[in-house]
């Protein structure tokens, strides 16, 4: 919680630089030594002072705070799906199974979500690679930072042309930030792409104007 997006940012950045914008480097949601992420953000699996294995076996590992735990793993999928490399999602983690590390992290696959929360959070997932597979930028663009602090990124993927901003917000309050496109990016209109819910974006003369979602994100294109 103590972390900043400009960590967020600079490791994408420094990724950048060693494998160029079209590697095809795995950015992951998870693995099996790891305990779920949605529990992490949830809150119900502590990140440190715990043996996160042990875990499993003492109790019934949940998400915690629904609401912070599903958008926190739909912000998480938000970013694989926007930067560089290649989004890998672990199973389970397209809708929110909870858990512990290994085995608590290797359930048998359910075919059916059990609650609303996995529901969006499946739509969610199937509207992010949507968006990724339907933009030559998010697939194989340059990537170029517009503004970032402890709180929020917005940066820029340019191919051939075409462009795509995707503002990222990692807090629990909203914000609304504006970013100069730059000089060689034809911006005369913008669309929102997708957006989480309160998502909102206008473009004039050069400059625009985001409003970026408490743990949300918003994704913009020509």
């Known amino acids: 919680a103590n972390r900043s997006m400009r960590d967020i940012a600079y490791v994408v950045e420094e990724s950048e ?13 998870g693995n099996h030594d790891k305990p779920r992420f949605i ?9 440190w002072g ?19 735990g599903h958008a926190g793993l739909q912000l998480m999928k938000a970013i694989i799906a926007t930067v560089p490399g290649v989004p890998c999602i672990y199973q ?3 809708y929110g199974v909870p858990g512990a590390n290994d085995p608590d992290n290797r359930d048998m696959m359910t075919f059916q979500c059990e609650n609303d929360y996995q529901v969006e959070q499946l739509a969610a997932t199937k509207a992010l690679l949507h968006a990724r597979r339907s933009s030559m930028p998010l697939m194989y663009g340059d990537l ?6 402890d709180a ?13 901003v995707v ?10 930030v504006e970013v100069a496109m730059p000089d060689f990016v034809e911006a005369v209109s913008a669309n929102v792409a997708l957006a989480a819910e309160g998502g909102e974006a206008a473009l004039a003369d050069g400059k625009l104007a985001l409003n970026i979602p408490a743990y949300g994100y918003v994704i913009v294109n020509k």
């Open 144 to 149: 170029r930072t517009l503004y970032v602090d």
């Open 92 to 94: 389970g983690d397209e």
């Open 39 to 47: 529990s992490i953000a949830g809150g119900d699996m502590p990140l």
């Open 50 to 68: 715990i043996d996160d294995k042990a875990e499993g076996w003492k109790r019934e590992v949940v998400v915690g705070d629904m609401e912070k």
């Open 167 to 176: 503002a990222l917000n990692i807090r629990p309050e909203a914000r609304s």
């Open 152 to 164: 929020v990124w917005v940066f820029l993927r340019h191919y051939m042309g075409e462009w795509a």
């Open 17 to 29: 630089a060693a494998y160029g914008s079209h590697h095809t480097m795995g950015n992951i949601t």
